[in-house]
Structures are given as structure tokens and as C-alpha cells.
């Protein structure tokens, strides 16, 4: 498999070893980079297995996944050369671009967001009302924490409603099961199957079940890259796209190619990520029938709370056009049949 797979993660205090295999050179034309949002988790296996079931081989693309440290730096690695392609959160590339990074949004592969509220099943937290009066970690700066206030607002809570303490990213499943607090604020598509992996239940409450629905994560490529060779990043995006679907439609499979490269999960686990992942496929606005394409109507949504809770400058004249585009894009539509090459 060309796909790097290297270092460490920790996750409720286990320790996963992440196995190695062959590198591919990057000097060449047809080589790229993808740089992940984070670290390896049992959501990323749709990308292992768009390169393991050689879906970018028949593009002719040698490609290395890498490990990513948050969305912003994945995007300041596009931005620098560092990587080819990065996969990170549309708030995060939007803020970034505000403050002058040269690129584009070209495959949006969540058109949804994962923000949600992960509880343990059974403490008392089944829904949005249940949170009053209990205590949520979150890290210190990330976007989710910067826009708790819009949540707690569209549930009509006030600060103070609602305690919220800083917790580091490794500290929070960990103290959640020790029961330092009552919740997490966190993606579910990684929090859920971490938690089900430690033998307990989540109870999760999605923020778009709050009428909070935002583009998710996609595919980032700097403006020099889609000015040099837009035919490579075109091949990608077919690849991409077909690898992506097909490990949605076969999940067991999929979690099959995550375990050759990543030790530690169960296969139930990983089927559940995935599962969670590839439920935030399709949106709901006029383009909720083409995978990976996005409109300016949910690019100026993020725009807005961007320039409200996320630090973009008020005074920013960036525009829809400026974030994203759908010309390298051949999008593929529900139930297609994908077969692996």
C-alpha cells in the first residue's frame, strides 16, 4: 500500500501503536502528499482504503497519507508546500483564508459538520435539556468551544447554565469515563467509537439537531497547486471520491484495510466510525445529490460565523468565490454503483 502510517495515539489512556508501511517517494509527478485534520483514527478509513483498493493508482497517483495536528496546521501546510492536499474543517479554512492563506476548498467530503455533546449512556444526559447544570470539557481553542455560546443560545441557556472547563484533547474521554465532568464537547464521528472501544456507550447530542448545520471537512488545495497542475488534482478528486463511497458501501472491508495500518480498534469499532463519517455525505441544500460539491448559500453560512465567533475580521471582504470551488470536481451521486479497480 502507498500510504504512510507512523507514530503513536493515545486514546483513553491506551496507548496504539500505529504500524509502518512503505513510503512513497514524492519527487515525482504523479506522487502526492494528504495531510489528515489529526491523527489516525478509525473515521480516517475510508482514505485508507481509497488507496489500499487502488482507486488513486488507477488515477495514477502514488499517494502518502499523513497524519494531521489540527485543521489550521493542515491548512498552513498546504498553504507552505509542506503537503499537496489537506483534509480539514471548512471553518478553520475559512478563518484561515481571512487572514491571507491562498487556498481552495475543492471536494467537500462532510457536508456536514460532527459538532456534538458525547456523554456516557446512562449518567443522565439523553438530551439537549439534560445539560443544564452539568459540566462540559472542551479544549481552550478550538472552533467548537468558540461557538458553544450560538449553541447555548439556540437552546435559550445563558453562560453559567452550563459549566465548561478546559481539558486537553488526550485528557477529555479519560476524564469523562473517571467522571471529572458530565460531557465533552467533540466530534462524534471520533469520540463515539473511542468510547465504544474502552467497552462503554455514548450518548450523543448532534448540534445539528439544533438547527446548527454547517459545512463539515474537505479537501483543501493551495491556489499555486490549482494554477500549476489542475489535471492532478482533478485525477485526485475522482479517486477521492470513488475510494471515499466505496468504503462506505463496504464498511468491513474498509475496516479491514484500517487494521492492516493501524492497530488497537476492534472491527466493530471502526464499522461504527465509518458509519458516522459517511452519514455526513450528503447535505440538505441544492446540491445535497452531488458528493463534494458545495454553493455559495452554505459558504456564506460559515463566512457568518466565521466573522462572529470564530476570529475572522468583521471588516473581511472574503466572498463565497474566494473559499471554494466545485471546477475540479466530477461529482458522484446517491446510489452509484463503485467498484474498486
Not at 50 to 70: C, H, N, Q, W, Y
Not at 243 to 260: R, V, Y
Request: proline residues 4%.
Amino acid at each position: 500500500m502507498r500510504n504512510s502510517i507512523r507514530g503513536i495515539a493515545a486514546i483513553g489512556g491506551a496507548v496504539l501503536l500505529m504500524t509502518v508501511s512503505g513510503c512513497v517517494s514524492n519527487s515525482g509527478k504523479n506522487s502526492m502528499t494528504l495531510m489528515l485534520d489529526v491523527g489516525y483514527l478509525p473515521k480516517h478509513a475510508p482514505f485508507i482504503s481509497a488507496v489500499e483498493r487502488g482507486f488513486f493508482k488507477e488515477e495514477g497517483i502514488d499517494l502518502t497519507v499523513m497524519p494531521g495536528s489540527g485543521s489550521t496546521n493542515t491548512v498552513t501546510s498546504v498553504v507552505t508546500g509542506k503537503v499537496d492536499a489537506g483534509w480539514a474543517d471548512f471553518g478553520a479554512t475559512v478563518t484561515s483564508q481571512g487572514r491571507g492563506a491562498k487556498v481552495k476548498q475543492v471536494n467537500l467530503l462532510q457536508a456536514r459538520s460532527a459538532y456534538a455533546v458525547v456523554a456516557l449512556a446512562g449518567t443522565g444526559i439523553k438530551r439537549w435539556s439534560d445539560l443544564r447544570g452539568k459540566t462540559v470539557a472542551t479544549e481552550g481553542g478550538g472552533a467548537m468551544t468558540a461557538m458553544w455560546p450560538y449553541a447555548m443560545s439556540k437552546l435559550g441557556l445563558k453562560e453559567g447554565d452550563v459549566d465548561v472547563v478546559p481539558a486537553s484533547s488526550a485528557s477529555k474521554i479519560p476524564g469523562l469515563l473517571a467522571g471529572q465532568w458530565d460531557a465533552n464537547l467533540a466530534l462524534y464521528v471520533s469520540d463515539q467509537p473511542a468510547i465504544d472501544a474502552l467497552g462503554r456507550k455514548a450518548a450523543v447530542l448532534k448540534w445539528s439537531d439544533l438547527g446548527i448545520s454547517l459545512y463539515g471537512n474537505g479537501i483543501v488545495v493551495s491556489d499555486e497547486k490549482l494554477k500549476n497542475d489542475p489535471d492532478q488534482v482533478r485525477r485526485f478528486n475522482r479517486a477521492m471520491q470513488k475510494g471515499f463511497l466505496w468504503a462506505c458501501g463496504h464498511p468491513t472491508e474498509a475496516a479491514e484495510d484500517f487494521q492492516k495500518e493501524v492497530s488497537g480498534y476492534e472491527t466493530k469499532t471502526i464499522t461504527l466510525a465509518i458509519g458516522a463519517q459517511c452519514g455526513l455525505n450528503w447535505g440538505t441544500g441544492k446540491s445535497a445529490s452531488q458528493f463534494g460539491v458545495m454553493d455559495d448559500a452554505g459558504t456564506q453560512k460559515v463566512i457568518d460565523v466565521a466573522r462572529r465567533f470564530l476570529g475572522l475580521n468583521p471588516a473581511s471582504d472574503l466572498k463565497p468565490e474566494d473559499v471554494y470551488s466545485n471546477s475540479y470536481l466530477e461529482p458522484l451521486h446517491p446510489n452509484e454503483t463503485i467498484q474498486a479497480p
